[in-house]
């Protein structure tokens, strides 16, 4: 059966079908076609395994070895040139490569990519070897920025760290031959300064601190120049500003500090660690142009600057100072206020010439004092004002020129009780001691508190700092020590009690003696005042007593006159308010004394007329009355003398035909003695020539 077989599309006469004529051109076709395509893929497939093709992508670098079939490495190289068998200095960039089958051996790497704010430092493994004391390769040409790896190496590159560095970007770099460390930019901020020390470069001067100034390095961005200059390496006299800066931070070391900030009120006093030598005898520094308030140290160095404190200062502001070679010290500014002068003691300036014997003898005049530009005590004063003042060439002394008083009063309390303003304190207004103590001559202590007022004047105030030195040592060393003296020899001279009661003698005797002492310290005494004085009690207590014993004396004497003054007065307003009765009475004396004399002027009329008939009656009558009068002195040596004189009014009644008994009688114990009142008024009415009244019924 198998041999009856015929192929596919043949009949039997051996004629090829219509079908098979259709269709081999196309399988012939698709044969050719995949030959086509095939063989080429196989090759490529083959090259790829073998790696004779390579494909470098565009953010790849090729790196390439040769494995067989070439020149040795020369000794002491690493990395092969072209035809050298190692890995190659150069590398495959981006696209396809065809290398020979089993001779290359590729890898690929990502690009070096150094971003905005980085900086790339580089190190070369392969090279010449460096010069005898250099520490860093030097700059070779034409290696574009280390992606030549062969320019490197043909230009006699050097390894190890470079002083160029990578900036921002892409980089196409042979990882083998070059390492890269990729760092932060340096970023000084606006109050920050660099400080930089160099790690390669010439020596130091001898005696110097610092490096010289090196020009062409672009605030040390470029090492080659600044090698290329002659820098010198350790810490360098100029700084690295705030900005940002690509620095090669192998080669050059960066330290960033504060800037010197001098606040406001105050003052930045400057200490030079470099420069010329201090002449012998001098404090402070010479003053020099040209540094910039110190920010330019090579200036500051050029022009002969001395180490030391300097003269010049900083006003408030924020400076670019380098530490490493000057110290700044901070300080108040000085505040003179009202009512106050600045003496100023100046260490630096010419010595004071040499004075006359004229001018030495001069009054108020003190030897240190001296004018401007001479070292020594100014004698033009500061006035009220803030003042940049260098501490370390002036020194000044406040000097208060209005009143200031010193007290001997109670622990911590004014003369009047109250504590004292600790801001008056402060300001040395005020100055405060405990109460003297002193015995007086009679051995009572007392406790006197005193009140000194003294007084600078703004021309005598640098006199008194040249004397005394300042406001404190006078009153420490002068005042208090004359005021205690004068008291407790005042005090030891008089009793205690008296020396109370001529406080007013004794404030000014030590008044006196103080205004005389102060004026040798050029000083005005105002007032010494004795603001109290206090004795033992037992003492207190007996004049006490004595006093109100005194007290009361006197207003026992006084109440005595008051009630002397007060009868007076009553009398007198008594008369007032009779004065109407008074009048009308003495008007009735004056009445009564003219009828009283007209009365006796009639009577001795009528006198005279009676007289001549009366002397003849008289005598019948005389011899009349002398028998009747015999006869009563009878009668009454018979009756008795009121009996008598009863009967004979009786009888005289009653020839009258008059009732004289009473319906009722009231009579007293005495019976003679109420009888005889009786008839005697009877017989006077009856003399009197009156007719007497008739007793009425009850």
Partial sequence: MGGNRRPAGVDGRGRTSRAMVRLLPMETLYVLLGVIIGVPLLLFLLLVMTGAVVNIGGQQVGLLERRYVGRGLPEGRVIAMRGEVGIQARVLPPGLHIL???????????????????????????????????????????????????????????????????PPGQFRINTYLFRIRVEKALIVAASQVGIVTARDGQPIAPGRLLARLTSGHIAFQDAESFLANHGQRGPQIELVLPGRYRI???????????????????????????????????????????????????????????????????????????????????????????????????????????QS?????????????????????????????????????????????????????????????????????????????????????????MRVSVKV????????APLMVAKIGSVQNLVDHVIHPMIDSSFR?????????????????????AESRAREELEKYHVECV??????????????????????????????????????????????RAQADKQIDLVAAQVGVQI????????????EGQARAVELAGSA????????????????????????????????????????GLKITPDILVSGGGGDSASGNIFAAFMAQMLAGQRPPTTPTP
């Fill in 527 to 572: 007032r010494v005042l004795i603001s109290q004085i206090i004795l033992p009690q037992e003492l207190m207590t007996i004049h006490t007593r004595r006093v109100i014993a005194a007290q009361q004396q006197a207003m026992f004497i006084e109440q005595q006159k008051s009630e002397q003054e007060r009868i007076a007065t009553e009398n007198t």
């Fill in 453 to 460: 007022i003294i007084r600078v004047r703004p021309d005598q």
């Fill in 617 to 656: 009656e008289a005598t019948k009558i005389r011899a009349v009355g002398e028998a009747t009068a015999e006869a009563y002195d009878k009668q009454q040596e018979a009756v008795g003398q009121s009996n008598l004189f009863g009967i004979e009014v009786v009888k005289a009644i009653s020839a009258a």
């Fill in 489 to 509: 020899n005042q005090a030891s001279s008089t009793e205690a009690m008296a020396f109370m009661q001529d406080r007013a003698v004794e404030q000014e005797k």
């Fill in 100 to 166: 020979i089958p089993f001779l290359y051996k590729t890898r690929k790497t990502p690009m070096v990519v150094i971003n905005e704010d980085e900086v790339g430092i580089v190190e070369s493994i392969d090279g010449h070897a460096l010069e005898a004391g250099r520490i860093f390769a030097r700059r070779v040409p034409s290696h574009d920025t280390f992606q030549d790896g062969e320019s490197f190496l043909s230009n006699d590159g050097q390894k190890g760290t470079q002083v160029d560095v990578l």
């Fill in 248 to 354: 090669n931070s192998d080669f050059f070391g960066v330290e960033v500090r504060p800037a010197t900030v001098v606040a406001a009120n105050m003052v930045g006093l400057v200490t030079a660690k470099d420069g010329q030598p201090l002449p012998g005898g001098e404090l402070v520094a010479a003053h020099v142009e040209g540094h910039t308030d110190y920010q330019d140290a090579s200036a500051f160095i050029i022009a002969n600057g001395q180490r030391g404190p300097q003269f010049d200062l900083l006003k408030p502001g924020t400076y670019y100072i380098n530490p490493l070679m000057f110290d700044v010290g901070l300080d108040e500014v000085a505040i003179v206020q009202r009512g106050e002068v600045a003496v100023l003691v100046s260490n630096v300036g010419a010595e004071p010439q040499v």
């Fill in 357 to 445: 014997e004229d001018e030495r003898l001069a009054p108020a005049q003190e030897r240190y004092v001296v004018p401007a530009g001479f070292r020594g005590i100014q004698r033009d004063v500061a006035g009220p004002g803030v003042y940049y003042l260098n501490r370390w060439a002036y020194i000044a002394y406040v000097i208060p020129t209005t009143n200031l008083t010193v007290d001997w009063a109670e622990e911590g309390l004014m003369p009047d009780g109250d504590k004292p303003d600790p801001t008056v304190l402060e300001s040395k207004r005020v100055q405060l001691f405990n109460p003297l103590a002193v015995i007086s001559r009679d051995g009572f202590e």
């Fill in 592 to 603: 009564a004394e003219q009828n009283r004399q007209k009365t006796v002027i009639e009577a």
